[in-house]
């Protein structure tokens, strides 16, 4: 079992920046593919931003260029830079694992951390 605790939202104006962080409880990423969701009220689950194991990153086009994927192996953590924040960035941004182990898939969530900007 892993367990992935999101920390780092917060309210931020429009325009400014924040870090969100994703702490594993092991050293899953040389096997996760790591990704970062959101959600709004009302709104369904939507993929942000994907970190494969290899290092290859993807990003959905609403935050294309605005928003940086990264982890760091030592720390069991995986980062979201979000710069030029906009009012529609607002959401609770979940971070999840896929993991491959011996032909499974395993899936896991954070508990959310809520990011609010104010226009």
């Known amino acids: 079992q892993v367990q992935l605790v999101e920390s780092g939202g917060g309210l931020v104006q429009a325009g400014g920046s924040l870090r969100l962080s994703c702490a594993a409880s092991?050293?899953?990423?040389?096997?996760?593919?790591m990704h970062w969701y959101r959600q709004a009220p009302g709104k369904q689950r939507d993929l942000v931003t994907t970190?494969?194991?290899?290092?290859?990153?993807w990003y959905g086009d609403s935050v294309k260029g605005r928003f940086t994927i990264s982890r760091d192996n030592a720390k069991n953590t995986v980062y979201l830079q979000m710069n030029s924040l906009k009012s529609e960035d607002t959401a609770v941004y979940y971070c999840?694992?896929?993991?491959?182990?011996?032909?499974?898939?395993?899936?896991?969530w954070g508990q959310g951390t809520q990011v609010t900007v104010s226009s």
């Open positions: 092991r050293n899953i990423f040389s096997y996760s593919n």
């Open positions: 970190l494969t194991s290899a290092g290859s990153t």
């Open positions: 999840n694992a896929q993991s491959y182990v011996e032909g499974s898939q395993y899936d896991y």
